[in-house]
């Protein structure tokens, strides 16, 4: 089974700056992709950013230039840089990832719990 942790969500003031982390553990093989997604309150999920096991990343036009998504792949860890926060961004955000297991030699999609982000003043 594989598990996916999150850290660093919180309470910021617009304009500041959060990172947020997220490992995942247990019987990976390789990890395909990670990524984030948010919800804000009242509204569906929706895609931040993903990062390829090459290092290609993608972004929501919503968070391009003041968002970065990048990795530690010893540690099965994405992070998620945010800056130039704005109240808008206030969500939810979940890591994602496509992961190989040693069990299934197959790639399954996997959840991370969700931590939250407010901006406010």
């Known amino acids: 089974q594989v598990q996916l942790v999150e850290s660093g969500g919180g309470l910021v003031q617009p304009g500041g700056s959060l990172r947020l982390s997220c490992a995942a553990s247990?019987?990976?093989?390789?990890?395909?992709?990670m990524g984030w997604y948010r919800q804000p309150p009242g509204k569906q999920r929706e895609l931040v950013g993903t990062?390829?096991?090459?290092?290609?990343?993608m972004y929501a036009d919503s968070v391009k230039g003041r968002f970065t998504i990048s990795r530690a792949t010893a540690k099965n860890t994405v992070y998620l840089q945010m800056n130039s926060l704005k109240p808008e961004d206030t969500a939810v955000y979940f890591c994602?990832?496509?992961?190989?297991?040693?069990?299934?030699?197959?790639?399954?999609?996997?959840w991370g719990q969700g931590t939250q982000v407010t901006v406010s003043s």
């Open positions: 994602n990832a496509n992961i190989i297991t040693i069990a299934t030699v197959r790639t399954d999609n996997y």
């Open positions: 247990g019987s990976i093989f390789s990890i395909v992709s």
């Open positions: 990062i390829t096991s090459g290092g290609t990343t």
